[in-house]
């Protein structure tokens, strides 16, 4: 299953951003989705993830501030953002979740730039 994202872009600190992603191919059985986000030099790391019963579970830099949901129908994940902080500055993936930090195995997307910055 391959994922592209969007919804990225430059925002104020405070301010708010959606990601939206879509799957080439049903996410139905796919027990456990994620975003994931990388700042240069360092590995992808898991920001949130949301199961096919649709229970969710956050990073501690995200809890409170984003919310992750999932539409198995259209094959969609997203990512709804807001009190976004400089430190949220990264390029977003969304992914099969396969633990907190990438592996080095996965085939990862895109992604999409988001900028906190005044």
């Known amino acids: 299953v391959q994922f592209a994202e969007s919804g990225g872009g430059l925002v104020q600190p405070g301010g708010s951003l959606r990601l939206s992603c879509v799957a080439s191919e049903s996410i139905d059985d796919i027990f456990v989705t994620g975003w994931y986000r990388q700042i240069p030099g360092r590995p992808r790391e898991a920001v949130a993830r949301?199961?096919?019963?649709?229970?969710?579970s956050y990073a501690d830099s995200a809890k409170g501030r984003f919310t992750i949901s999932r539409d198995d129908a259209k094959n969609m994940l997203y990512l709804q953002m807001n009190s976004l902080k400089p430190d949220d500055t990264a390029v977003y993936y969304c992914?099969?979740?396969?633990?907190?930090?990438?592996?080095?195995?996965?085939?990862w997307g895109h992604g999409t730039q988001v900028t906190v910055s005044s």
């Open positions: 949301i199961y096919s019963s649709g229970r969710t």
């Open positions: 992914h099969e979740y396969v633990g907190e930090r990438e592996t080095g195995f996965e085939d």
